[in-house]
């Protein structure tokens, strides 16, 4: 499946906040959140907008890259990769309301970061502007959200390589270890676009759902793994070669991804899911 840069520029594409156990805490943002009650104690944290067509504000801007990041290394800046699943979903409502999402395909999903501290909102970490987040071109449908389905044998993974040398980035880590998943994280995600106002760090869904008409589709980004020791600390700089990879576990292992980074094989040739692969470069 593809989507072309023309078709990814129409769709709105938000991130979830905390789902996967230790990352917040790991990238210094869990203050953040003190104050945010959730329902139960693993919980995400909230969704948060990434990026809205046509929006009168900042979030306008379209961050998506599928080669590079770009961001201002002129002052120090602690710029993070978040390597992340996506999933393009079908919304249907009943009114205001959103009644029901349907997954249709995931790919590999960079939710690059600057760690500011005091933001008001986490969309002021989000969308600096152009190439400031990175996305696959290859999709893969989802036959079921459900266990039994293709993404019970879904891992992420991620790689740096700094001046000839191939560092792991994040945590092998499977989809299904996502705190919330299936037809939890779904529920989950209707009942947020639905009552999340503003508060904190989030923001208030429903009006920016009101704002865009109601999209039909929308993207999500599920949340990032927990970094290596590495990746806790290891902020992005120029010239660094950064991967992504999503990948099918029963075709594919940890081994296997490393050496296809180490090789700098050619995106089109994994044949195991999405691979992201991005430069990172100072804003020209």
Not at 56 to 65: G, R, Y
Not at 266 to 283: E, K, Y
């Amino acid at each position: 499946m593809h989507i072309s840069l023309d078709q990814l520029k129409q769709l709105a594409v938000f991130g979830i906040a905390g789902n996967f156990a230790e990352h917040l805490s790991q990238a210094g943002e869990d203050a953040d959140f003190i104050n945010v009650i959730t329902e139960e104690k693993n919980a995400p944290k909230g969704i948060f907008p990434i990026y809205l067509p046509q929006h009168a504000t900042f979030l306008s801007t379209f961050p998506l890259s599928h080669t590079h990041i770009e961001a201002d290394f002129s002052e120090p800046v602690n710029l993070h990769m978040e390597p992340e699943m996506c999933v393009l979903f079908n919304v249907k409502y009943t009114g205001e309301l959103v009644e029901s999402l349907e997954p249709l395909a995931f790919t590999a999903f960079n939710d690059c970061s600057i760690r500011k501290p005091n933001a008001k909102k986490i969309s002021e970490k989000k969308n600096w502007g152009l190439s400031c987040k990175g996305i696959a071109r290859q999709w893969t449908e989802i036959d079921h959200f459900q266990v039994g389905g293709i993404l019970d044998h879904i891992h992420i993974a991620s790689y740096l390589r700094r001046n000839g040398k191939v560092i792991q980035y994040g945590m092998d880590s499977p989809v299904i270890g996502y705190q919330y998943f299936y037809t939890k994280l779904l529920n989950w995600i209707i009942k947020t676009f639905n009552s999340q106002n503003d508060f904190g760090p989030l923001e208030h869904l429903q009006h920016y759902l009101d704002q865009l008409k109601q999209p039909k589709q929308i993207i999500i980004s599920l949340g990032a793994t927990r970094y290596t020791e590495f990746g806790e600390t290891g902020f992005l700089k120029p010239e660094d070669e950064i991967g992504v990879f999503v990948y099918h576990a029963r075709k594919a292992n940890e081994t296997d991804i490393e050496q296809f980074f180490s090789e700098q094989r050619p995106v089109d040739a994994f044949i195991s899911g999405a691979v992201l692969m991005q430069t990172v470069q100072q804003i020209k």
